[in-house]
């Protein structure tokens, strides 16, 4: 056993909403686990083989992104696709996620949750991540979406129709080792053809779905983004709403009922309006368009009515990738959905771990949690944007990424 005390460093506790002077954290290399953390000096007891100064950063734990697709390629909308039947290949897709992987974890993002992945492909990508085999977040898996015939990602996901056809995907996709079922319940904005508005699976597909997901430990994440819709999806019971464009005070009602979680994804609609114009096709920025201010106005009220959101942010639609677009989320939550900086860092931390039920050893800096974490030299409570700039990295209790430049790091051996 190595243990590594990082010593001196400001460190995230979402429960005074601050960063806490003078932390120590001790891990323990081989479990990758937090075995000791406290102020000022390590208790007698803690074994300590080497030590880190970690004066002057701020460290936080690292970020969860809880909507991502690794293998889906924005630049298929640039370049004017009719609709989302794409045609990449199995070996494209596969490249395109090792490198959305690294990318990931060199911009502080330490667990994504994907929702949906061509080919499967992201039950493959987790496992090379743990064995060590590749680069990246840690990761849980949805696989292929579910969609109705026709539906939002029909091209990529998997078709099904009626509650006996869900329950037999549902049932094969966990077969095939899916830690979420992902489901299309409205259509979206990046098919041609449908709206928003439109209710694909109705409630009894959507309620087999959660029923035999729940029955073997699993969550269910919705795509949902018209009015009818999300209420569809929470009273069926699933686990997150994905993007939910219309919240009334209806909706708020449902989902204190289920404690369903909001997972926002305010990047992906911002991006294709900030820079979309002439690239993304036109039918879907118009539904862009149309769609963004009661977006923005829903997660707002969803906010301010204290129900839990978990920062996602739809990686893989146009101009929203792996890079600092997770810190930039955050950031939009401050300027566009009336956060403070520390609630923001909460959607991103222990709100995922919550939301993804991984929250007895992810999502905070406290004994017994994976030592995953990311340190800068700024406060982000102070200023959210912060996290976009540089940072270093921890993965396990050990870096794996070095952005803040070397003169500013000190190290010291005990
Ligand atoms: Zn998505």
Redesign the pocket.
């Known amino acids: 056993m190595t243990t590594i005390n990082y010593t001196n460093a400001a460190v995230y506790n979402h429960r005074v909403q601050d960063f806490e002077a003078n932390h120590y954290i001790v891990v323990d290399t081989e479990t990758g686990k937090i075995v000791a953390t406290g102020t000022g000096f390590v208790d007698a007891g803690v074994q300590v083989d080497e030590t880190i100064d970690m004066e002057g950063k701020y460290v936080m734990p690292g970020i969860m992104n809880a909507?991502?697709?690794m293998t889906?390629v924005p630049t298929y909308w640039v370049n004017g696709g009719e609709d989302d039947e794409h045609g990449d290949s199995r070996e494209f897709n596969t490249m395109y996620a090792i490198k959305n992987m690294e990318d990931a974890i060199n911009n502080g993002v330490t667990y994504i949750r994907n929702?949906?992945a061509a080919y499967n492909i992201d039950i493959e990508i987790k496992k090379m991540q743990e064995s060590g085999m590749i680069k990246g977040p840690k990761v849980m898996t949805s696989g292929r979406?579910f969609t109705m015939t026709g539906g939002h990602?029909s091209g990529s996901g998997i078709e099904v129709d009626g509650v006996e056809a869900m329950i037999h995907g549902v049932r094969t996709a966990m077969k095939k080792g899916v830690d979420n079922i992902?489901l299309m319940v409205t259509g979206?904005v990046l098919k041609n053809g449908e709206t928003p508005d439109d209710i694909q699976f109705n409630e009894d597909e959507v309620a087999a779905a959660v029923t035999e997901a729940h029955h073997k430990g699993k969550t269910v994440a919705a795509?949902v983004q018209g009015a009818q819709g999300v209420k569809e999806a929470a009273r069926a019971g699933v686990d997150t709403v994905?993007?939910a464009f219309n919240i009334d005070d209806e909706t708020i009602q449902i989902f204190k009922e289920h404690g369903t979680v909001v997972v926002p994804?305010m990047n992906?609609m911002y991006a294709i309006y900030e820079y979309g114009e002439k690239t993304v096709p036109e039918w879907a920025r118009n539904k862009v368009i149309v769609n963004i201010k009661k977006h923005f106005a829903s997660i707002i009220k969803a906010a301010a009515a204290g129900v839990p959101i978990a920062m996602?942010t739809?990686a893989?639609?146009p101009y929203n990738g792996f890079e600092s677009e997770s810190a930039y989320e955050m950031q939009l939550y401050v300027d566009k959905a009336g956060m403070t900086p520390a609630q923001a860092i909460d959607t991103a931390t222990i709100n995922c771990a919550r939301a993804m039920h991984i929250e007895q050893e992810y999502g905070e800096i406290s004994i017994g949690k994976y030592a995953d974490f990311i340190a800068m030299t700024e406060d982000p409570c102070e200023d959210i944007a912060v996290i976009q700039g540089e940072k270093d990295v921890y993965q396990n209790g050990v870096n794996v990424h070095r952005g803040i430049p070397q003169e500013k790091i000190s190290k010291v051996t005990a």
Do not use: F, L
């Open positions: 909507h991502t697709h889906s929702v949906g979406a990602g992902k979206g795509h994905e993007h994804t992906a996602g739809d893989g639609t």
